[in-house]
Nanobody, 116 residues
């Protein structure tokens, strides 16, 4: 079972930037989809960005143009660069690993708070 550990969450001003990292304990080369989801209290978890092992990237409409996902299989790491942050980006961000079989693993999450 792959372990995922997120880091990089912080409190930032609107318009600021953060870079989140997701470090995997095992190889991710054979995992179909790696990515980021976010959730606030009382809200459903929503997709932020994903990247397949073949390099296909998907972004939520709300973050496209502001966030950039990157995946490095040899480094067993996935990053989420977040620019031009808005208060509505405030959430717990979790890293996910989705295998071809459909089995999913999740990290513990890291809190991003955007506030003035």
């Amino acid at each position: 079972q792959v372990q995922l550990v997120e880091s990089g969450g912080d409190v930032v001003l609107p318009g600021g930037s953060l870079n989140l990292s997701c470090a995997a304990s095992q190889s991710i080369a054979s995992i179909y989809n790696m990515g980021w989801y976010r959730q606030t209290p009382g809200e459903r978890r929503e997709l932020v960005a994903t990247e397949t092992t073949g390099g296909t990237i998907t972004y939520a409409d709300s973050v496209q143009g502001r966030f950039t996902i990157s995946r490095d299989n040899p480094k067993r790491t996935v990053w989420l660069q977040m620019n031009s942050l808005k208060p509505e980006d405030t959430a717990v961000y979790s890293c996910s690993a989705d295998a071809y079989s459909g089995k999913a693993n999740w990290g513990q999450g890291t809190l991003v708070a955007v506030s003035s």
